[in-house]
């Protein structure tokens, strides 16, 4: 365990997950791409970290090693001080949990809800029947569902409700951490809003910190605490959620706000298919926005920029060698 005072849960460093690769029976060496590289982060006690990115640029990949669903290809994940993968699965789900994209196939079709919340509360922390029956009613309750709902099947249920129950199911564990993989983008905007309104309340509620991964600008602006944006595998940058809306200093965080806010068009910004994003088989040298980037200057197609505080404050990080100047948004 760390100090007290220390307010990092997670602390990730160099994290790299790569695909593929090696060689076939016969030798051939096999395609190899990197999902996530090299990527490092903190998450503070309390925060919403909202991580935003296209559609391919690695955000599910991340969430998947956060939570310990899968492991590393290189790098560390320390959660309260401890490394991850000498923690275990067990250990790190009592304490990172995670609620995925689509509610109702991540949910056992063949468990009733009751055997769905309970599951986590007798293998993860070991409750005997009384205890797991008393926390059943405050979670159903909590989560906004009918007792009578504990009897029932996920494929009764509406995508919201569904997300609900996915929701309970994560907190049956009482973790620190949520890490949320697009929780409500399979869901109707008028849904949305109410799980969105969910989500906060049980975050103060129960003193929760998450990590809230949408390709939405527009939901992760509406509830994080602090944004990172993800592109191509990397973070490039990293800001509190006002500072980095206020003034991004990313060309691809510009690009992502100026295409979230023209009127008319959908809000989440389009991947626009496979153009858009490098082929991961085949990564530019160096900046991987260059080809896209108008700021872009003879070195960005040599060296890879790092992560750094670029200006005066030290809570503004951005991955660029020709960052948008402060002044452009005074
Ligand atoms: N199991 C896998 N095997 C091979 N490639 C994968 C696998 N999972 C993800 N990828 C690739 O890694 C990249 C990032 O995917 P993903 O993490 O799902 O991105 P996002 O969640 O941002 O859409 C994509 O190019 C994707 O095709
Ligand atoms: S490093 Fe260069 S190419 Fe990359 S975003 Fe910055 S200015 Fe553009
Ligand atoms: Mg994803």
Known sequence: MTAVSDARLLEVRDLSRRFGGGRTLFGVKKPQLTAVGALSLDLQKGETLGIVGESGCGKSTLARLLVGLDRPSAGTIRLDGEDLAAAGRRAVAAKVQYVFQDPVSS???????????????????????????????????????????????????????????????ALAADPDVVVLDEPVSALDVSVQAQVLNLLERLKRERGLTYVFISHDLAVVESVSTRVAVMYFGALVETAPARAIFAAPRHPYTRLLIDSAQIPGRQRAPKSGGSGELPDPYNPPPGCAFAPRCSRAEEICGEAMPGLEARSGDSQHHVACFNPIPLAAHS
């Open 107 to 169: 949910l056992n079709p063949r468990h009733t809800i009751r055997a769905i919340l309970e599951a986590p509360m007798r293998h993860l922390l070991g409750l005997g029947k009384a205890e797991r029956a008393r926390r059943l009613d405050q979670l159903i309750e909590d989560v906004n569902l009918r007792p009578e709902f504990l009897e029932r099947y996920p494929h009764e249920f509406s995508g919201g409700q569904a997300q609900r129950i996915g929701i309970a199911r």
